[in-house]
């Protein structure tokens, strides 16, 4: 029997236009985020035989952020980051889910972000 062996999914440095911010001048306009991505994915259940339908396919996660970051005004990057999370929790396969955004021009030293990570309920 072949042992199985984790699965990931990931979407890094994804920079999006966002209307994010509690403060005025962030309600001026949208700004840049950067979200970060990774999708633990149950063992498979076949082998994919090289088909999109046999795997989860990742267009549906980066269309989805795309559609969310254009949906609303957020106040704070955590309310951004569990709708994301939400998100990737709905995909079929999905076990465990990190979203992190980062703001990298709210200072000139750092960049500041928030991240958070959550299992799906029923572990599959």
């Known amino acids: 029997m ?17 209307s994010i911010g509690i403060h005025a001048f ?11 991505v990774d999708l633990l994915l149950a063992p498979a259940g076949k082998a994919h035989g090289d088909r999109i339908a046999n795997v989860l396919n ?3 996660v980066h269309d989805g952020i795309v559609a969310l970051a254009g949906s609303r005004h957020f106040n704070l990057q955590e309310t951004l980051v569990e709708a994301i999370l ?6 079929p396969g999905v076990v465990e889910a990190r979203v992190s955004t980062e ?3 709210v200072y ?5 972000g928030y991240e958070a ?3 799906r309920a029923d572990g599959a």
């Open 2 to 18: 072949a042992a199985e062996h984790n699965r990931r999914i990931f979407i890094r440095d994804f920079r999006l236009s966002v």
């Open 86 to 91: 939400d998100l990737c929790l709905a995909q």
């Open 26 to 36: 962030e309600k001026e306009g949208p700004q840049t985020v950067v979200v970060n």
């Open 117 to 119: 990570v959550r299992r």
């Open 108 to 112: 000139g030293d750092c960049r500041v």
């Open 103 to 105: 703001k990298p021009d």
């Open 58 to 60: 990742y267009d549906v």
